[in-house]
């Protein structure tokens, strides 16, 4: 089992907002980073640190933390943002890297 | 633009080594922490370890025992060797760009992955 717990599965009505959260006792510490993979494809680093967003990724994706959980927000869902999302930190012990078990998320 | 290329056999037998290395474009080695990250079929993530090109490393407690990662600055490329493999280390195997900011590392850069399958 992961020391980074999420949700296996959420699901969004098209261009509404949904919120994947990752759960860790690291995270009263750390901020988590978001990867976004989709089938067949290498993940995509889409929030890391307080609330940054790489270069090409829309601003619909946002980043939030409180206490031991931390949350990735897509504000106004689209189709192509089905896929499966990744939290990542540090363990609880705060010398080695941990990710979630990861959320697929279905856009309907 | 930054780009990673994961190279090296698909198949091996259980005991085996498996070695992989990733060629880095578009940007210098001699900087950021340069990582493996696994996936086996059908299931998440796992971080295997990471080299600081100035060669200092750390690993997955997991794996530590049968894990090496070197790096090579004059061909801009880092390694990883999994000694004895079993089937459990069937995966797609990632190499990444570390980012160290906000007191944590990020993973910007993927390679496409490579699958390596352990089978007798």
């Known amino acids: 089992s992961s020391e980074l717990t999420q949700d296996p599965a959420v699901s969004v009505a098209l261009g509404q907002t949904v919120r994947i959260t990752c759960q860790g006792d690291?995270?009263?510490?750390?901020?988590a980073s978001w990867y976004q993979q989709k089938p067949g494809q290498a993940p995509v680093l889409v929030i890391y640190?307080?609330?940054n967003r790489p270069s090409g990724i829309p601003d619909r994706f946002s980043g939030s933390s409180s206490g031991n959980t931390a949350s990735l927000t897509i504000t106004g869902a689209q189709a192509e943002d089905e896929a499966d999302y990744y939290c990542?930190?540090?363990?609880?012990?705060?010398?080695?890297?941990?990710f979630g078990g990861g959320t697929k998320l279905t856009v309907l | 633009q930054v780009q990673l290329q994961e190279s090296g056999p698909g198949l091996l037998k259980p005991s085996e080594t498996l070695s992989l290395t990733c060629t880095v474009s578009?940007?210098?080695?001699?900087?950021?922490?340069w990582s493996w990250i696994r996936q086996p079929p059908g299931k998440g993530l796992e971080w295997i370890g990471y080299?600081?090109?100035?060669?200092?490393?750390n690993f997955n407690p997991s794996l530590k025992s049968r894990v090496t990662i070197s790096v090579d600055t004059s061909k801009n490329q880092f390694s990883l060797k999994l000694t004895s493999v079993t089937a459990a280390d069937t995966a797609v195997y990632y190499c990444?760009?570390?980012?160290?900011?906000?007191?944590?590392?990020?993973?910007?850069?993927w390679g496409q992955g490579t699958l390596v399958t352990v089978s007798s």
């Open positions: 990444a760009r570390g980012l160290y900011s906000y007191a944590n590392l990020y993973f910007d850069y």
């Open positions: 578009g940007d210098s080695i001699s900087t950021y922490y």
């Open positions: 080299i600081y090109y100035s060669g200092s490393t």
């Open positions: 690291s995270l009263r510490s750390y901020y």
């Open positions: 640190g307080k609330n």
């Open positions: 990542n930190s540090r363990d609880s012990s705060g010398n080695y890297w941990v």
